[in-house]
């Protein structure tokens, strides 16, 4: 058995090298080189660099604009990742109970994911125009012009942007606890459903029991995106991102390479991707061990 091992993993190391090298060309020497960047002040144009030490680090704990991003990031994280779960969820059960046309049905919510954030932006953006915009227009069409609001501005942006985010990826995560679902045997269904469990029942006790795994797995990723989201909260204004919806992702842009001025600091702009970074290792590890449960065997 040990000969055989051998052989095998003999085997395996020159399919794994090429992986390897591409792995550490683009993942981990970027990784290295921006922890390292994030201890200096430099501006990225020459070779001349400071050395700061955790000064960048401090700078952040101290920056208004570094926590007001942060504030978005955990707003999108939040409320988005509340409504997204809820209407899938919703649209499961409605799914379940529609006999004809389910591929058409997913695919028709799944839609929106492969098109480019940039172009749904773009559609949004004449949705929500206040003047012009199809939904201001729409409400005062059928008499509901009191309902009528500056949707991009200052004090209505946020849940502008918040509803777009949803309304793209709820079908993506749609699709995910479809594919749970649809592993789940039809007798386990058939033997609750001749004990006498009502639908509600059986969504709470098995269904949702059952793709726990599957859930678990669809809450990390939207974790993972949502601190690190950029093209909707960049784009969403119209490439030029007002500071109201500013993420860390957008405020690392700026700091790096966004701006009209040739002011970069790439070293502070590192040094709050390193903080970005842990924070979503902090929300993913927290995540696994609130949702950790026994798996279940079917």
């Given at each position: 058995m040990n000969n055989a091992y051998r052989r095998n993993k003999k085997l395996a190391l020159p399919f794994l090298i090429p992986g390897l090298i591409v792995y550490t060309v683009f993942f981990i020497y970027p990784a290295v080189s921006g922890l390292l960047y994030s201890l200096y002040d430099w501006k990225g144009f020459s070779k001349e660099k400071t050395w700061l030490g955790i000064k960048n680090f401090t700078e952040a704990f101290q920056d208004k604009i570094f926590w007001g991003a942060l504030g978005v990031n955990l707003k999108i994280m939040l409320y988005g990742g509340i409504f997204i779960f809820a209407l899938a969820f919703v649209f499961l059960i409605l799914y379940s109970c529609i006999g004809k046309f389910k591929n058409s049905i997913r695919a028709l919510l799944f839609l929106p994911?492969?098109?480019s954030p940039v172009a749904i932006c773009i559609l949004w953006s004449f949705v929500f125009n206040q003047r012009f915009g199809l939904l201001n227009n729409m409400l005062d069409l059928v008499g509901l012009d009191f309902l009528a609001r500056p949707w991009q501005d200052t004090e209505h942006i946020m849940g502008s942007m918040i509803f777009v985010i949803v309304w793209t990826y709820v079908g993506f995560y749609f699709v995910i606890l479809v594919s749970g679902v649809s592993k789940i045997p039809d007798s386990v269904y058939e033997s609750a459903l001749l004990e006498g469990a009502n639908p509600v029942q059986v969504f709470f006790k098995i269904t949702v029991p059952m793709v726990w795994d599957v859930l678990t797995v669809a809450v990390v990723y939207w974790l993972i995106s949502s601190l690190k989201m950029f093209?909707?909260?960049?784009?969403?204004?119209?490439?030029?991102?007002?500071?109201?919806?500013?993420n860390l992702s957008i405020y690392i842009y700026m700091l790096g390479f966004g701006r009209n001025d040739a002011i970069y600091r790439i070293g502070y702009a590192a040094a709050i991707s390193v903080l970005l970074a842990i924070i979503v290792m902090i929300f993913v590890t927290l995540s696994r061990k609130l949702m950790e449960r026994e798996s279940l065997e079917y």
């Amino acid at each position: 058995m040990n000969n055989a091992y051998r052989r095998n993993k003999k085997l395996a190391l020159p399919f794994l090298i090429p992986g390897l090298i591409v792995y550490t060309v683009f993942f981990i020497y970027p990784a290295v080189s921006g922890l390292l960047y994030s201890l200096y002040d430099w501006k990225g144009f020459s070779k001349e660099k400071t050395w700061l030490g955790i000064k960048n680090f401090t700078e952040a704990f101290q920056d208004k604009i570094f926590w007001g991003a942060l504030g978005v990031n955990l707003k999108i994280m939040l409320y988005g990742g509340i409504f997204i779960f809820a209407l899938a969820f919703v649209f499961l059960i409605l799914y379940s109970c529609i006999g004809k046309f389910k591929n058409s049905i997913r695919a028709l919510l799944f839609l929106p994911n492969i098109i480019s954030p940039v172009a749904i932006c773009i559609l949004w953006s004449f949705v929500f125009n206040q003047r012009f915009g199809l939904l201001n227009n729409m409400l005062d069409l059928v008499g509901l012009d009191f309902l009528a609001r500056p949707w991009q501005d200052t004090e209505h942006i946020m849940g502008s942007m918040i509803f777009v985010i949803v309304w793209t990826y709820v079908g993506f995560y749609f699709v995910i606890l479809v594919s749970g679902v649809s592993k789940i045997p039809d007798s386990v269904y058939e033997s609750a459903l001749l004990e006498g469990a009502n639908p509600v029942q059986v969504f709470f006790k098995i269904t949702v029991p059952m793709v726990w795994d599957v859930l678990t797995v669809a809450v990390v990723y939207w974790l993972i995106s949502s601190l690190k989201m950029f093209e909707i909260p960049f784009s969403f204004t119209g490439f030029k991102p007002r500071m109201e919806i500013w993420n860390l992702s957008i405020y690392i842009y700026m700091l790096g390479f966004g701006r009209n001025d040739a002011i970069y600091r790439i070293g502070y702009a590192a040094a709050i991707s390193v903080l970005l970074a842990i924070i979503v290792m902090i929300f993913v590890t927290l995540s696994r061990k609130l949702m950790e449960r026994e798996s279940l065997e079917y």
